[in-house]
């Protein structure tokens, strides 16, 4: 196979400032010019830079493991400190466990590109350790795993779902009330949906679609003044507010499930309310690889209407309930169905992973439907996201910083992942991601302490050593990133 030697290449792109001249807040101004200078350097050959990416991504996942995890319960602690060699009592939740599941996936979708590609080393040394521990991590994901009964917009169904916190008997987790969240099943559909494309057991797929039929269950199918769903799907069956974590998400694995079933004969029971009298609930049998994508299409359709914000991205959630946040009733024909609730404002913090989401989601519906408008969309946010979050030179001069505060460096891996996604509709994004390419290179060969890297890559430790704990779902991130730049890489060789 030839190889593209790849050496001192500067990538100089012009991003879009956003002039801010206001028409609502889910319209995007006109823009004024404000030129950046984005120069970035690749001094490997591209395979050489992912297999390094490669090896660098399973010593991350593997430490952690070692770490942070029980070998036999894979219980997942919070945090651990490389210095005192200390991990916490608290226990990761559902979310911060998955991180983990995206970052094996990750690794294994790596060594197969590696594989085609003709470099078989680490193939052969990983891949089926790597679907084992797989299967460990889906197997032990059971201690979050609980049932109970929800009344929705269309009906009232028991579900077997996962609660944001683990205990210590599989299948036995409180998932009632604000206890289970509509987007930790979305991350797990998500993997799901990937680990059966790996490995191909069907066991993956069928949990995928049950828990897409529970979060689907959870679109406000509602009908508006027009006749229309006012659709859009809350944080979780215990919130009223609708929010960009809730419903990005959700739209790459639908067009994934589309994709499984196109050009098949399978049906599924479409729930939904009667748009003339706006109260009936009605059922009808449609195909599944229609079903999904017309969902997904939905889907977008309402976050990009409702919290796509003045400077391009996307706002966190839908709130200001009327008349509050307390979750309504109504009464059909003696039935009783969960109501709808106005929500007037778009409001929170535009982060990193909800601008991620819909990358990743407008590229794969440009790639079902062939709709140039997605790809609009995808080079538009391509480029106002990276003006928005990163900064040239904060931290460190020519280095790209992204913020660190809170969750946003898992946050960042989803943008991560939408750039390398979507790197086929936008040119430009290949500059944006060797931005987090030379960012994990500066923290992983400046600051790697007993395999561990700070929660901030350009500017290390803190120097109160005994508060150095790090963010098991953080290494997690690092190692996932590294292998999407691996399959980056291994896509720009010849």
Partial sequence: MQLNRIAQVAFRVALMGVAMTSSGMSSCSQNTVQPVEVEETIDDSAMEMALRNLERSIALVDITIEKQFDPQTFEMRRFYNPFTQ???????SVWMYTAGIESVNAILAGLKKAKEAGETTLYDQ???????LLDDLYDNADYYLGTFELVSYTQTKEWSVYAVDRVSQKGQANVTGVLNVYDDQMWLIRELLESYKLTGNEAYLQKAEYLTEYVLDGWDTTIDEQGRENGGIPWGPGYTTKHACSNGPLITPLVWLHDLYKGKSEQIEKRYID????????????????YYLDYAKATYAWQKSHLLNNNG?????????????????????????RAHTPLKDAVGEAFTYNSGTMLSGGADLYRATGDEAYARDVRDLSQKSFTSFATLGKDVPQYHSFGTDGFKNWFN?????????????????S???????????????RFNNNGYLPTNLLTG?????????????????????????????????D
């Fill in 431 to 445: 500059a944006y991601l060797n931005a987090f390419q030379r960012n994990l290179d500066y923290g992983f060969e």
């Fill in 126 to 132: 990983h891949y089926q350790r790597y679907v084992q």
């Fill in 461 to 493: 430790w803190g120097s109160d050593r005994d508060g150095q704990g790090v963010e098991g779902m953080f290494m997690f991130t690092y190692a996932a990133q590294y292998a999407l730049l691996s399959q980056h890489h291994l896509t720009t060789a």
């Fill in 275 to 290: 748009p003339t009298d706006k109260q009936t609930r009605l059922t009808k049998s449609v195909n599944k690889a229609d």
């Fill in 86 to 92: 200390v991990k916490s009592d608290e226990r990761g």
């Fill in 413 to 429: 891996g989803i943008l991560l992942r939408g750039y390398q996604e979507s790197a086929g509709l936008n040119e430009q994004n």
């Fill in 313 to 337: 991205v996307y706002s966190d959630m839908m709130g200001g309930c009327v008349p509050n946040c307390d979750i309504q009733y109504t009464m059909v024909n003696g039935t009783r169905y």
